[in-house]
């Protein structure tokens, strides 16, 4: 299994930027798909953005498509959420999460069934 702490949460203005980050550990990281999710207070978990083992394969959902990108360090042990033009919609605990596929973590289920979930790292924009 792999393990994850994240970090990089903070207050920032709206129109600014932050960078997630999240230590993963387990002998396995470079063979899984690992994606970051959040959960705003009063609402459901959601989707925000997936990478394959490799890199070479990255989602987002619609609402943060051309702001936010992830990407990943296998060398390192370390995914990254790179948030810019944040909204204060964005406002949200963030989760790093991982799956052996691509297609699992993206899977509409995949937030109900994941029994594994780091502490998360908040994020507050202010208008």
């Known amino acids: 299994q792999v393990h994850v702490v994240e970090s990089g949460g903070g207050l920032v203005q709206s129109g600014g930027s932050l960078r997630l980050s999240c230590a993963a550990s387990?002998?396995?990281?470079?063979?899984?798909?690992l994606g970051w999710f959040r959960q705003a207070p009063g609402k459901e978990r959601e989707f925000v953005a997936a990478?394959?083992?490799?890199?070479?394969?990255?989602d987002y959902a619609d609402s943060v498509k051309g702001r936010f990108t992830i990407s990943r360090d296998n060398a390192k042990n370390t995914v990254s959420l790179q948030m810019n033009s944040l909204k204060p919609e964005d406002t949200a605990v963030y989760y790093c999460?991982?799956?052996?596929?691509?297609?699992?973590?993206?899977?509409?289920?995949?937030?109900?069934?994941?029994?594994?979930w780091g502490q998360g790292t908040q994020v507050t924009v202010s208008s």
């Open positions: 999460a991982a799956s052996p596929t691509l297609r699992g973590i993206m899977a509409p289920r995949f937030k109900y069934d994941n029994d594994y």
């Open positions: 387990g002998r396995t990281f470079s063979g899984y798909a």
């Open positions: 990478i394959n083992w490799s890199g070479g394969a990255t």
